[in-house]
Protein backbone atom coordinates (compact mmCIF):
# COMPACT_ATOMS: atom_id res chain seq x y z
CA UNK A 1 0.00 0.00 0.00
CA UNK A 2 1.36 3.16 -1.05
CA UNK A 3 2.16 5.83 2.17
CA UNK A 4 3.81 9.24 2.00
CA UNK A 5 7.01 9.41 3.42
CA UNK A 6 8.92 12.27 5.28
CA UNK A 7 12.87 12.61 5.73
CA UNK A 8 14.75 13.07 8.07
CA UNK A 9 12.49 11.50 11.23
CA UNK A 10 14.53 14.12 13.20
CA UNK A 11 16.45 16.82 12.80
CA UNK A 12 17.95 19.11 15.68
CA UNK A 13 19.13 23.23 14.65
CA UNK A 14 19.89 25.72 16.33
CA UNK A 15 17.79 28.69 16.99
CA UNK A 16 17.91 31.04 14.15
CA UNK A 17 18.67 28.43 11.58
CA UNK A 18 16.65 27.37 8.51
CA UNK A 19 15.51 23.50 8.48
CA UNK A 20 13.70 22.60 5.44
CA UNK A 21 11.61 19.28 5.93
CA UNK A 22 10.74 17.32 2.98
CA UNK A 23 8.02 14.77 1.97
CA UNK A 24 7.17 12.67 -0.65
CA UNK A 25 3.36 12.42 -1.01
CA UNK A 26 1.12 9.16 -2.61
CA UNK A 27 1.65 9.72 -6.27
CA UNK A 28 -1.40 10.15 -7.62
CA UNK A 29 -2.63 12.59 -4.91
CA UNK A 30 -2.99 15.93 -5.76
CA UNK A 31 -3.65 17.79 -2.47
CA UNK A 32 -0.60 18.06 0.16
CA UNK A 33 -0.68 19.41 3.97
CA UNK A 34 1.55 19.87 6.45
CA UNK A 35 0.40 19.81 9.82
CA UNK A 36 2.03 19.87 13.48
CA UNK A 37 2.33 18.16 16.59
CA UNK A 38 3.50 19.92 19.89
CA UNK A 39 4.22 16.91 22.38
CA UNK A 40 0.98 15.65 23.88
CA UNK A 41 -0.72 18.13 22.10
CA UNK A 42 -3.36 17.84 19.30
CA UNK A 43 -2.22 18.22 15.98
CA UNK A 44 -2.52 21.58 14.31
CA UNK A 45 -2.88 22.44 10.58
CA UNK A 46 -0.15 24.62 8.67
CA UNK A 47 -0.93 24.54 5.38
CA UNK A 48 -2.50 22.82 2.06
CA UNK A 49 -0.82 23.06 -1.47
CA UNK A 50 -2.42 22.17 -4.33
CA UNK A 51 -1.62 22.85 -8.19
CA UNK A 52 1.73 24.51 -7.10
CA UNK A 53 0.33 26.89 -5.10
CA UNK A 54 -1.13 27.74 -1.34
CA UNK A 55 -4.79 26.93 -1.27
CA UNK A 56 -5.18 27.62 2.60
CA UNK A 57 -3.32 28.60 5.54
CA UNK A 58 -3.85 28.77 8.89
CA UNK A 59 -2.51 31.78 11.67
CA UNK A 60 0.47 29.26 12.39
CA UNK A 61 2.08 29.65 8.93
CA UNK A 62 3.47 33.31 8.54
CA UNK A 63 5.89 34.49 6.87
CA UNK A 64 8.63 31.98 8.68
CA UNK A 65 7.37 29.17 6.76
CA UNK A 66 7.58 28.42 3.20
CA UNK A 67 6.11 25.53 0.98
CA UNK A 68 7.27 24.25 -2.41
CA UNK A 69 6.86 21.60 -4.61
CA UNK A 70 10.49 21.42 -6.40
CA UNK A 71 9.78 18.54 -8.47
CA UNK A 72 7.43 16.01 -9.43
CA UNK A 73 7.15 14.13 -6.47
CA UNK A 74 8.73 16.34 -3.56
CA UNK A 75 7.02 18.81 -1.23
CA UNK A 76 8.73 20.82 1.58
CA UNK A 77 8.41 22.93 4.41
CA UNK A 78 11.07 25.47 5.21
CA UNK A 79 11.18 27.25 8.58
CA UNK A 80 13.18 29.90 8.53
CA UNK A 81 15.41 31.28 11.51
CA UNK A 82 14.01 28.52 13.73
CA UNK A 83 12.57 29.84 17.24
CA UNK A 84 12.23 27.44 20.50
CA UNK A 85 8.83 27.44 19.90
CA UNK A 86 9.06 25.60 16.45
CA UNK A 87 10.15 22.46 18.34
CA UNK A 88 7.09 19.74 17.42
CA UNK A 89 6.52 17.13 15.43
CA UNK A 90 5.37 18.10 11.60
CA UNK A 91 3.62 15.58 9.82
CA UNK A 92 3.00 16.11 5.99
CA UNK A 93 -0.01 14.63 4.28
CA UNK A 94 -1.82 14.52 0.93
CA UNK A 95 -5.26 13.32 -0.44
CA UNK A 96 -7.08 12.22 -3.79
CA UNK A 97 -9.47 14.72 -3.21
CA UNK A 98 -9.91 17.99 -2.11
CA UNK A 99 -11.90 20.58 0.05
CA UNK A 100 -13.84 18.78 2.32
CA UNK A 101 -14.04 15.90 0.04
CA UNK A 102 -10.82 13.51 0.96
CA UNK A 103 -9.62 11.37 2.83
CA UNK A 104 -6.11 12.84 4.24
CA UNK A 105 -2.94 10.03 4.86
CA UNK A 106 -0.51 10.94 7.17
CA UNK A 107 3.36 10.79 6.79
CA UNK A 108 5.65 9.36 9.72
CA UNK A 109 6.59 12.72 10.66
CA UNK A 110 9.61 14.88 11.23
CA UNK A 111 10.67 15.55 14.84
CA UNK A 112 11.88 18.99 14.87
CA UNK A 113 14.14 19.96 17.94
CA UNK A 114 15.19 23.76 18.10
CA UNK A 115 18.10 24.62 20.79
CA UNK B 1 -13.62 29.32 13.62
CA UNK B 2 -14.40 26.08 13.55
CA UNK B 3 -13.77 24.25 17.04
CA UNK B 4 -13.84 20.83 17.88
CA UNK B 5 -14.22 19.61 21.61
CA UNK B 6 -13.16 15.64 22.50
CA UNK B 7 -14.17 13.89 25.60
CA UNK B 8 -12.94 12.16 27.30
CA UNK B 9 -8.96 13.27 27.84
CA UNK B 10 -8.32 9.34 28.94
CA UNK B 11 -10.28 6.49 28.79
CA UNK B 12 -9.43 2.85 30.47
CA UNK B 13 -11.56 -0.20 29.97
CA UNK B 14 -11.21 -3.60 30.18
CA UNK B 15 -10.43 -5.81 27.28
CA UNK B 16 -13.95 -6.97 25.54
CA UNK B 17 -15.55 -3.69 26.82
CA UNK B 18 -16.72 -1.05 24.61
CA UNK B 19 -15.16 1.77 24.45
CA UNK B 20 -16.90 5.46 22.92
CA UNK B 21 -15.29 8.56 22.49
CA UNK B 22 -17.42 11.65 21.71
CA UNK B 23 -16.65 14.70 20.03
CA UNK B 24 -18.71 17.98 19.46
CA UNK B 25 -18.22 20.50 16.33
CA UNK B 26 -18.85 24.47 16.10
CA UNK B 27 -19.46 25.07 12.63
CA UNK B 28 -22.53 23.46 10.91
CA UNK B 29 -20.45 23.79 7.45
CA UNK B 30 -18.86 21.08 8.18
CA UNK B 31 -18.99 17.99 6.50
CA UNK B 32 -16.74 15.20 6.64
CA UNK B 33 -15.71 13.46 10.01
CA UNK B 34 -12.24 11.32 10.10
CA UNK B 35 -10.93 9.51 13.07
CA UNK B 36 -7.70 8.65 13.73
CA UNK B 37 -5.99 6.55 15.42
CA UNK B 38 -1.70 7.72 16.82
CA UNK B 39 0.16 5.15 18.27
CA UNK B 40 3.28 6.63 20.32
CA UNK B 41 5.63 8.26 18.50
CA UNK B 42 3.79 7.17 15.51
CA UNK B 43 1.60 8.90 12.36
CA UNK B 44 -2.08 9.00 12.53
CA UNK B 45 -3.87 6.43 10.90
CA UNK B 46 -7.00 6.77 9.30
CA UNK B 47 -9.51 4.33 10.95
CA UNK B 48 -12.56 5.56 9.91
CA UNK B 49 -14.39 9.07 8.74
CA UNK B 50 -18.26 9.73 8.06
CA UNK B 51 -19.93 12.29 6.14
CA UNK B 52 -22.62 14.74 6.76
CA UNK B 53 -25.67 12.96 4.77
CA UNK B 54 -24.55 9.67 6.66
CA UNK B 55 -26.10 9.10 10.11
CA UNK B 56 -24.22 5.48 11.22
CA UNK B 57 -20.83 3.81 9.92
CA UNK B 58 -19.61 0.31 10.58
CA UNK B 59 -16.05 -1.55 10.13
CA UNK B 60 -15.75 -4.33 12.02
CA UNK B 61 -15.42 -3.66 15.47
CA UNK B 62 -15.33 0.12 15.15
CA UNK B 63 -18.26 2.25 14.41
CA UNK B 64 -18.67 5.99 14.30
CA UNK B 65 -22.36 8.13 14.34
CA UNK B 66 -23.23 11.25 13.86
CA UNK B 67 -25.96 13.73 14.56
CA UNK B 68 -25.61 16.37 12.58
CA UNK B 69 -28.39 18.45 14.49
CA UNK B 70 -26.85 18.70 17.66
CA UNK B 71 -23.54 18.68 15.86
CA UNK B 72 -21.32 15.91 17.38
CA UNK B 73 -20.28 12.55 16.30
CA UNK B 74 -18.77 9.67 18.17
CA UNK B 75 -16.19 6.72 17.81
CA UNK B 76 -17.59 3.19 19.02
CA UNK B 77 -14.98 0.14 19.68
CA UNK B 78 -16.96 -3.45 20.49
CA UNK B 79 -14.73 -6.12 22.10
CA UNK B 80 -11.58 -3.76 22.71
CA UNK B 81 -8.28 -5.83 22.69
CA UNK B 82 -4.92 -4.22 24.49
CA UNK B 83 -3.75 -3.39 20.55
CA UNK B 84 -6.43 -0.50 20.86
CA UNK B 85 -4.85 1.14 23.22
CA UNK B 86 -3.52 4.46 21.17
CA UNK B 87 -4.78 7.91 21.43
CA UNK B 88 -7.65 8.40 18.98
CA UNK B 89 -8.59 11.33 17.19
CA UNK B 90 -11.68 12.94 15.76
CA UNK B 91 -11.43 15.76 13.30
CA UNK B 92 -13.54 17.69 11.07
CA UNK B 93 -13.79 19.67 7.80
CA UNK B 94 -15.80 22.27 6.77
CA UNK B 95 -17.11 22.30 3.25
CA UNK B 96 -15.05 24.10 0.98
CA UNK B 97 -11.75 24.13 3.31
CA UNK B 98 -9.14 21.83 3.30
CA UNK B 99 -8.14 21.64 6.66
CA UNK B 100 -8.65 18.92 9.36
CA UNK B 101 -9.55 20.69 12.67
CA UNK B 102 -8.74 17.84 15.14
CA UNK B 103 -9.96 17.68 18.51
CA UNK B 104 -7.80 17.29 21.67
CA UNK B 105 -7.35 13.46 21.72
CA UNK B 106 -8.67 10.54 24.09
CA UNK B 107 -5.83 8.36 24.87
CA UNK B 108 -7.53 5.12 25.18
CA UNK B 109 -6.14 1.78 27.39
CA UNK B 110 -6.98 -1.31 27.13
CA UNK B 111 -6.27 -3.37 30.37
CA UNK B 112 -5.50 -6.82 29.73
Known amino acids: EPEVTQTPSHQVTQMGQEVILRCVPI?????FYWYRQILGQKVEFLVS????????KSEIFDDQFSVERPDGSNFTLKIRSTKLEDSAMYFC?????????????FGPGTRLTVT | GENVEQHPSTLSVQEGDSAVIKCTYSDSASNYFPWYKQELGKRPQLIID?????GEKKDQRIAVTLNKTAKHFSLHITETQPEDSAVYFC???????????FGSGTRLLVRP
Open chain 2, 50 to 54: IRSNV
Open chain 2, 91 to 101: AAVMDSSYKLI
Open chain 1, 93 to 105: ASSSSGAGLGEQY
Open chain 1, 27 to 31: SNHLY
Open chain 1, 49 to 56: FYNNEISE
